[in-house]
Each structure stands twice: as C-alpha cells, then as structure tokens.
C-alpha cells in the first residue's frame, strides 16, 4: 500500500476520533459550569460525586478498547457478520457491568461520598448528584462498547457525531432541568443521564441497522460474552495499574504542600489535553492493526507500527516545543499568580522533554491493544510500578519544597514511569508474539 494512502487511513480514522474524545470530558465542564452558578456549595458536592464517577467510568474503558480488537480482526479476516456479533457481545457484557454497577452503587452513595469527609450540606449535594447519575452508568459503559464495535468496523465518523448530539443534549437538559424546572443539582444529573441514554438510543439504531445488513444475530452468544470478558479482564487489570501510578502520584504531591499539589495538577492538566490527540492516534492504530492481522497481512501491520510511532514521536517533539515555549505563561493563565507560576515552570519544562516518550508510549499501547495482546498489557502494568514507586519513595524521603520538589516529582512520572512503560512495550513489539495473524 502507497504511503499517502496509509497515512489517509490514520487520519480518516484519527481526526475524527479526537473530536469524539473531546466530546466526553465536555459533559463534566458543562455540569460544572452550570452548577457552579447555583453556589459553592453544589459545586463542592459535584467534585466529589464527579470524582467517584470518573474513578468507576476510568476503570471500565477496557469495554472500547477489547471490543475495537475483536471485531477488527474478524472485519479485516473479511467476516463481517461474526464482527457485529462479536462486537454486539460486548454490549451485552456493558449492560450487565452497567447494571449491577448501578444497583451497588446507588446503595453506596452514601459510604462513597462520607469516605471523603466533607461537611453535611456539601454531602447532600454530593449524594443527590452521585445517586441520580449511578443510573447513567449502564448507558456509559454501553457507550463504551458500541464505540468500540463501530471503530473495529473501521468508522469514527458515527461515533463523533452521536458524541456531539450527545454533548448537546446534555447543555440544554442540564439548563431546562436546574433552572427551568428549579431541580438545582438533581437537574443537571437528571439531565446527564437522559443525554447518555439517548446516545445509547442512536447506538441502537446504527447498530441495529448493521446487524441487519450483515445478518448478525443481536442475541448475546456465551462464547463471545466470555472472550469479551476474559480480554476485557486483563485491560481491567492495565487499568488498575494506570490508577495506583496516578493515585500515588498525586498522594505524594499532597505530602509536598498544598502550592505544589495545585501545580501538578496544572502540570497534569496539560499532560492530559496533549494525550486526547495521543489517544487518537493511538485509536486508529487499534483499529488498522486489528484488521490487518485479521486479514493476514503482516508487512500491512508493520507499516502501520513503524508510521503510527513515528507520528506520535514527531508529534511529540512538536507539542514538547509548544509547552516549553509556554511554560512560564501557562502557571499565569491557571492560577494568576507568577509566582506559582515560576514553582510549575521547571515541571513543565519537564514534562516538554518527556513528550516524545509519550507520544510513543501511547502509541504502542494502541499498537498491542490492537492486536489483542491483552495480557501482557496487564503485566507490563504491574511491572511499570517496580521502578516508579521506590522512586516515589525516594521523593518522599528527600521531601524537596518549592519549584525543585516539583519538577523532582514531574521527572519521576514523566520520566522514570514513562520510560519504564516505553521500555516494556517496546520490548514486546520488537519481539513476534504479538504479532498472532487471522481471526
């Protein structure tokens, strides 16, 4: 295949699924925005029945990511029927994680929000909110797995464009039910929730409409609940893995000071919004090396690894040098205080170098979920802890203050942990284990 055409194929599956992404966090920001008008009082409520929320919805993303694989590997073996199938097992799986999710945690509410220790008033609004929005959660994770299937099919398109309607129901929702009806935060749960079920409701409707042109049967099939389960497992675990890094991470910016707490989070926040467009490429290289493999093209596969890692190195470098130029602007336009701003400069400057390993970090871990190396992507995840949480210790230990303590902890995440889980997908793509051809 001509170069121009594979990298057609990476961007006609890429840009479309950053808008998707983009999308999602767009929910919480128009929650917050329209509750922060109600007082401070709610909004506190929202932070911490946000925090339970994006704890659970984190945990459960395995549901794209196991069910884009499978279904692209059969798409690309040329067995469309067995994709929708396979994929729409994975719904199943959804809904029942969905539900049970939902009835537990509605009865938790309250436990889940007092583990948090906030005054009574800010724990009435957070239970009202979390109770409401528990409902949401099989709609989410349905979500979850009906992008997956589409992106196994090879299209990205459908999904932003149901994520877009989605996010627009959700601002109007949110708006009629608080201050229209008066609901204040019970409204703008109330509204998410409706706004998430409709998306599910449209996934019907695309999905539906698949199943019929490609005679797949919408009946859940025990062997393909299992295989989603099993490979939905390991990602579970990978997950798991990602959360006590960032967790720990966070535990000892706290340790360090409250300045230095505020401006990891600016740090992160950064990191993060440079991951979406990571993310998107990493998406469509799961979705290309599943449906290679399934066709048994092997140099297709590694035509797509080689220009996949070299796009998010180079991308790397491109918004390294964007985030250094900006890093003593960036701490302003956060908090308004230069001198928080010169304590987050040096971390960012940390976290500039650091962006090539990231963009290819993010890359290969699209690469071999792609390829339904879901194991090993659990083991690397314990094995990427080995070196980063003594050198947490170590921080810990030293307790540095100031400017130096934070850009000592950036260089632990960033550069220790990233590298470790550079080296350990690295070593497993150079290898040919994960490359397993056909269905």
């Avoid at 990493?282 to 399934?294: S, W, Y």
């Avoid at 701490?331 to 963009?359: D, K, N």
């Avoid at 699209?366 to 339904?372: E, H, N, P, Q």
Wanted: proline share 4%.
């Amino acid at each position: 295949m001509p170069a121009p055409t594979l990298n057609r194929e990476i961007l006609r599956l890429a840009v479309p699924a950053l808008g998707a992404l983009v999308a999602e966090p767009m929910f919480l920001i128009v929650d917050a925005a329209l509750i922060g008008h109600l007082g401070v009082v709610p909004l506190a409520g929202l932070g911490i029945a946000s925090a339970v929320l994006q704890t659970i919805v984190g945990l459960m993303v395995f549901l794209a990511y196991s069910t884009t694989p499978a279904v692209a590997r059969k798409f690309g073996a040329g067995d469309s029927k067995s994709a929708v199938s396979v994929g729409i097992d994975g719904l199943w799986l959804a809904l029942g994680l969905g539900a049970l999710l939902a009835l537990f945690g509605s009865l938790a509410t309250p436990w889940l929000v007092d583990l948090f220790g906030p005054s009574r008033e800010v724990a009435e609004q957070a239970v009202t909110y979390l109770a409401l929005s528990m409902w949401g959660l099989p709609a989410m994770l349905i979500v979850f797995a009906a992008t997956g299937l589409l992106r196994g099919m090879q299209d990205t398109v459908t999904p932003l464009w149901i994520a877009g309607l989605g996010f627009g129901a959700n601002a109007l929702l949110n708006w009629l039910f608080i201050y229209g009806f008066g609901w204040g935060i019970a409204g703008s749960a109330a509204g998410t929730v409706a706004a998430q079920w409709g998306m599910v409701a449209a996934y019907v409707v695309v999905i539906g409409r698949l199943a019929r042109r490609h005679s797949a049967s919408v009946l859940p099939q025990r062997d393909g609940v299992r295989g989603s389960a099993r490979s939905g497992g390991w990602l579970f675990l990978r997950t798991v893995s990602l959360r006590i890094a960032l967790l720990a991470t966070v535990a000892v910016a706290t340790g360090l000071g409250t300045d230095e707490l505020a401006g990891w989070q600016v740090a992160f926040t950064i990191f993060s919004t440079a991951a979406f467009a990571l993310d998107a490429l990493a998406i469509a290289a799961q979705a290309l090396i599943g449906r290679g493999l399934g066709a048994g093209d092997e140099p297709f596969v590694r035509r797509v690894l080689g220009r996949t890692v070299a796009w998010g190195a180079w991308f790397g470098v491109i918004v390294g040098m964007a985030i250094a130029a900006l890093s003593g602007v960036i701490g302003i336009a956060f908090t308004g205080s230069s001198e928080l701003a010169g304590l987050i400069q040096p971390a960012l400057l940390v976290l500039a170098l650091a962006q090539p390993v990231c963009g290819v970090v993010f890359v290969l871990d699209g690469v071999l979920m792609g390829a339904g190396d879901a194991k090993y992507l659990a083991i690397a995840g314990g094995l990427n802890l080995v070196p980063y949480l003594p050198a947490l210790a170590i921080v810990i230990a030293l307790h540095p203050g100031g400017a130096g303590g934070l850009a000592w902890l950036a260089a632990c995440f960033f550069g220790v942990y990233m590298l470790a889980r550079l080296a350990t997908l690295g070593w497993r793509v150079r290898r040919a284990e994960w490359m397993t051809v056909g269905v």
